[in-house]
């Protein structure tokens, strides 16, 4: 784990209601391709080209290739979050703690874990600190610096205009070549032992509510199901005089 801090705080992602009676009825979860990521500066590791000490140029495309990575948050309520990953209110947030993902994702018998398995929290850093940091680093510092998740340490780089994310990355390095697939990696998730909070889109009315807590439940979720309470609230009475 890499500057976690608490293991046993919250955090949470939004899936899209479609992804998530997917997860319940396989119970599994699927790590994208770093590619799949948004921002053009993510991955910026990977997508750059090395020169070897002799000048030799070397195409990281294989090494793009074998990285896969999930993004959680510390936030738990947000209505930024909610507008982006919800927005046509099909979101769904689940809740658990770094301990609980990563150990169920963590395969102790592999003989590579070591090499293979990373949660790390994201560090910010400005464009001009992410330039300087390429043109000081070279190809060999990473891949062969002798350090397991050297090399994982770039997918947790982003810039301070997505700070207001808070993240946490769920890591794998598909060292055997013999996981990933279409640009996946899909691994064991059971459910129930993991999460420990489901919380449907606060936009939506109650009618809608029930109905997609009925999916849920009927995917076999039984945890329980809340709607996020951003929008609720209580109006107070202001004397006058």
């Known amino acids: 784990m890499i500057d976690i801090g608490d293991v046993d705080a919250p ?3 939004i899936f899209s209601l479609e992804r998530l009676l997917d ?3 396989t119970q599994t979860n699927a790590l994208v391709h770093p590619s799949k ?4 500066f993510e991955n910026f590791f990977l997508k750059s080209h090395a020169e070897l000490p002799d000048g030799t140029h070397v195409s990281m495309e294989s090494l793009s290739a074998s990285w896969y990575g999930q993004c959680w948050t510390r936030n738990r309520d947000s209505d930024a979050m909610w507008r982006i990953y919800s927005a046509a209110q099909t979101g769904v947030r689940i809740g658990t703690t770094s301990r609980a993902l990563f150990s169920s994702f963590y395969q102790e018998s592999d003989t590579f874990a070591s090499l293979k398995y990373l949660i790390g929290s994201v560090d910010y850093q400005s464009r001009a600190d ?3 940091f390429l043109s000081e680093t ?3 510092d990473l891949a062969f610096g002798g350090q397991p998740h050297r090399f994982g340490r770039t997918l947790l780089v982003k810039r301070p205009e997505f700070s207001h994310e808070n993240e946490i ?15 996946l990696a899909i691994f064991p998730f059971p459910f129930d032992r993991i999460v420990s909070e489901v919380a449907l889109d606060p936009r939506l009315s109650e009618t809608d509510f029930a109905q997609r807590r009925k999916e849920l439940v009927d995917a076999g979720c039984s945890v329980p199901i809340i709607q996020s309470d951003l929008y609720q609230f209580s109006p107070s009475t202001i004397r006058l005089g």
């Open 11 to 13: 955090i949470y992602r």
């Open 23 to 25: 997860v319940l009825r």
């Open 37 to 40: 990521w948004d921002d053009p």
């Open 130 to 132: 992410i330039e300087r």
């Open 138 to 140: 070279t190809f060999t």
């Open 169 to 183: 990355r769920l890591l794998f390095h598909d060292v055997e070549g013999n996981h990933g697939h279409d640009r």
